[in-house]
């Protein structure tokens, strides 16, 4: 996988914090401690946020690559 | 499967109670006995959870991958 | 496919009662009497069930496995 | 493709009638002329039903496969 | 392609008028011209209908196989 | 890719204006300039259509493929 | 990949100001850092615009490719 691949830019985003936005406009935050070509994703410390109010909080999350919508991080 | 893979993160949940978000927002909670590449997995004694009420006892269910969305597993 | 695989569970689980849950909501229950690898599969003395009466009849069905969220499969 | 492949079930229906029931919840209803692994097929003598009543007649459907919920087979 | 395939039934049909239901559930009528295995199809003096008014006329259009529902074809 | 494929019809419009319904039922309208075998495309000086108005202007637009319903190109 | 592939124009795009319309109807907009042949992307200094108003900024974004509709790249 070569520097300028997307995918790249999120494994260098490993223990670094991320937002994650998900099919169905729920919004993910937490430490991402895993990731796959797919975006298939693991967070710890995962907080669900609705209208910026933490909503819940999980601890590690298993998120599923294809139904996320974005994913911000961490200025490279 | 090296060890920073997401779906190793699920393997080695396996036998620990998961909590499991459908894409139609049906929440499904139960021991973790079976999973696979693409996220098919098996729940025992597993409860469909609606506002955090029990709605439903189901013995064992089988889950598609496809239609998850995301997984709360143990923290590692 | 090794024992461990969540697909093995419904193999398991062919000639028993199963009830399949579909992404249209409906529910149908009836005798499993074929499967594969992506969930395909026929039931035997099939009911669809809605608010958990029986709403239809229709002997055997095939249902598509891309179409299912879940199958509750007999304890193992 | 074995004897117990639910596809196999599909095959063994050509030229008896079947109820398809498609994703936007319309059933057709005809005689099975032709079927793929996938599931793509032909109907004769196609009716669209709605609320148990004809709504139309198309003579030949072919109907394609992914937009298939499930499909009402004679007993074997 | 064997002759008892879905989709040859389709490539029989080419010149012929078709009728073509989408998953928006618009319908287009046009004279079939090119067709392949996905059911990506080309219709010729196509007409838009909606509740069997015609709606609108495009000349040629490009139709794409994942978004079909099913086509009526002439009987064979 | 033979002259019969639905594809060639695109690629034999290079260069003419052309009309692409997507899946969220929004028309773009514009000079096709490229595209490829999953109906990815671009296309020059592209007006956004809704309800015959012009609705928005856009100079280069790619589309993706996978969420074109139809395309309208010049009768061959 | 040849010059007239759609994907292209997107490559042609890398450090260039672009819009990008979700599925969900949100629109980015940033510059391009990275991209792939699926359209997964990155943006730097992403602003996400509601009804032409900016209604978040995310400093750095991945944006996964199945979700995007169209992107609005310079003309070339």
């Known amino acids: ?3 300028n691949q997307p995918i790249k830019a999120l494994e ?7 937002t994650v936005k998900l099919k ?12 796959d070509m797919i975006m298939n994703l693991t967070l ?5 946020i609705d209208e910026e109010q933490v909503k ?3 601890g590690e999350v298993l998120i599923r690559g294809n ?4 994913i911000q991080i961490p200025e490279s």
Chains 1, 2, 3, 4, 5, 6, 7 share one sequence.
């Open 1 to 3: 996988m070569t520097q």
């Open 12 to 18: 260098n985003s490993i223990n670094d914090m991320v």
């Open 24 to 35: 169905d406009q729920r919004i993910f935050r937490g430490r991402l401690t895993r990731c």
């Open 44 to 48: 710890a410390d995962a907080e669900e």
């Open 56 to 58: 819940a909080k999980y």
């Open 67 to 70: 139904n996320i919508l974005w």
